[in-house]
């Protein structure tokens, strides 16, 4: 069975600084699709960035982008320029057809 | 607004109430999720509907009864609920058919069990 693992229950990292969270998963398929989602405090969760199995480069979204590391099953997103909106809770996920698995969640916070 | 509402936003219902909880997106989406998320579990899937099909049941106790009329309606039916059952309740939907589709989230009903 697939598994998520996000092995940092909490990060903190400075105001304009880079942080990186990780993930890692587990499977024996070859074709799936992996995501990284926010949930602000209080809001609804959203698509940070997504990543396809088969495609070697990595996503890059604005400040936003993951170190993809297929043969290790890797997944990690950095943040690059903190800000503060960036406070919420990040999911890593991983989907293959309707079947969507999701990390256990990691805290960032963002210190003025 | 990601095109996922529900309804009511937050509910407090006693244990030997019944009520509903409703989902409603019209992004064409064929996928229906309920997820629970809690302090202890963060989330944690309890049903899949796939055109209109049960997919996943994800040994939810009785007492949640999901429906799923057609693609664009998800209710959860509560029963005879326990305290800790007190959570958030997400809805999400997706479209399989082009696989690197997101899952789309409601913003959640805070259930309060008494």
Sequence with gaps: ?112 | ETGVTQTPRHLVMGMTNKKSLKCEQHLGHNAMYWYKQSAKKPLELMFVYNFKEQTENNSVPSRFSPECPNSSHLFLHLHTLQPEDSALYLCASISTGTGNNEQFFGPGTRLTVL
């Design chain 1, 1 to 112: 069975a697939q598994t998520v693992t996000q092995s940092q229950p909490e990060m903190s990292v400075q105001e304009a600084e880079t942080v990186t969270l990780s993930c890692t998963y587990d499977t024996s398929e070859s074709d799936y699709y992996l995501f990284w989602y926010k949930q602000p405090p209080s809001r609804q969760m959203i698509l940070v960035i997504r990543q396809e199995a088969y495609k070697q480069q990595n996503a890059t979204e604005n400040r936003f982008s993951v170190n993809f590391q297929k043969a290790a099953k890797s997944f990690s997103l950095k943040i690059s320029d903190s800000q503060l909106g960036d406070a919420a809770m990040y999911f890593c996920a991983y989907r293959r057809d309707d079947k969507i698995i999701f990390g256990k969640g990691t805290r960032l916070h963002i210190l003025p």
